[in-house]
DNA sequence: GTCCAGGGATTCA
DNA sequence: TGAATCCATGGA
């Protein structure tokens, strides 16, 4: 492999190894060099090198990074966001616990293949899952230690036998993945309008793939095409939720969802960030 | 052996 | 509407 080029971004409050280790992406690993992954094709390491500075480095790099400052969101008015959240404790207990933690822009494809398989899964599963995808039915790509896969794309999945996505340890989300691709592969739904819609059209068009309900939809919707008023309700929000606001009363999936849309507005998916990240590691029980 | 995991679809009351 | 159940699988 050729040498490495580098580049260097300046950042304010950004924490890469938090929000590469926050469960919203699956693809990070992190090794003594930084942390190694692949976007859209591309073998990447990033290392922040300080708190003011994250280096990039990839082989063969052209000299256009738009693509990485906006995977990473480097120009997200961050603080802007905070400063217009609701005077919370809860809330300001957690942003203050996960200073730094961002939501990345992925792309929509890889995004909702992930959370398809991610139903009943912890992350560390769901991460082997994903890597068994792109090493059994992506491509190989350029990179240091030259057995790096790209994330398969809508046409390898869809033409892949059931059998090879079984082997790929999905169990019953084999059959959704592989519907859902083919589906996009039949035009049925396309991916690349969703953006345009409003944030209800979009998750409308989501819900249609077979394994995307609600949740699943809401995850696609932020960490994929940007919509931060998405706020995707999982098992740990529900914990997070009911104990923090709800402490007495028991509330269903309908009134945790209007609650979470009325009280944090938005950009609700970036409180949805925070406290599921608290909820996880910090103040786990 | 038991329980649970960044759920969804189906069935049944 | 809402609760119960099933769906594969692996880690704790």
């Known amino acids: 492999m050729s040498e490495l080029k580098n580049v260097e971004f300046q950042v304010r409050d950004y924490d890469l190894a938090l929000t590469l280790d926050s469960g919203q992406t699956f693809r990070w690993t992190e090794t003594p060099v930084g942390w190694e992954g692949v976007i859209s094709g591309r073998w990447i390491r990033l290392r922040q090198v300080s708190p003011q500075l994250i280096r990039a480095s990839l082989s063969d790099a052209d000299d256009d990074w738009s693509w990485l400052k906006d995977y990473l969101q480097l120009d997200f008015p961050y603080h802007e966001m905070l400063e217009n959240f609701p005077a919370d ?5 957690a942003i203050e616990a996960c ?12 995004t909702l293949a992930s ?5 009943t899964k912890q992350i560390v599963q769901i991460r082997q899952i994903v890597e068994l ?3 059994r039915l992506g491509g190989p790509v350029q990179s240091v230690q030259g057995n790096s896969f790209s994330f398969p794309s809508v046409e390898q999945v869809a033409t892949a036998p059931l059998s090879l996505l079984l082997e790929c340890k999905l169990g019953f989300r084999a059959r959704y993945l592989k519907e859902t691709a083919e589906m996009i592969l039949g035009d049925k739904i396309d991916l690349k309008n969703l953006g345009e819609l409003s944030t209800e059209e979009a998750r409308e068009k989501l819900m249609q793939f077979p394994g995307v309900g609600r949740k699943v939809a809401d995850c696609v919707l932020l960490f994929g095409y940007g919509f931060q008023d998405a706020f995707p309700i999982d098992v740990w ?3 997070a939720l009911q104990r923090l606001y709800f402490p007495r009363r028991k509330k269903n999936l309908i009134q945790l ?7 944090f507005g938005p950009h609700a998916g970036y409180a949805q960030q925070f406290l599921f990240h608290y909820m996880r590691v910090v103040a786990s029980v």
């Not at 404790?89 to 207990?93: D, E, K, N, V």
């Not at 969802?257 to 009280?263: I, K």
């Open 237 to 239: 929000i529900i914990k």
């Open 89 to 93: 404790p809860h809330l300001s207990r």
């Open 133 to 135: 995808l792109s090493r």
């Open 99 to 110: 200073s730094g933690l961002r939501l990345l822009r992925q792309y929509p494809w890889e």
């Open 257 to 263: 969802q209007r609650f979470s849309a009325r009280h």
């Open 115 to 119: 959370f398809i398989c991610s139903s």
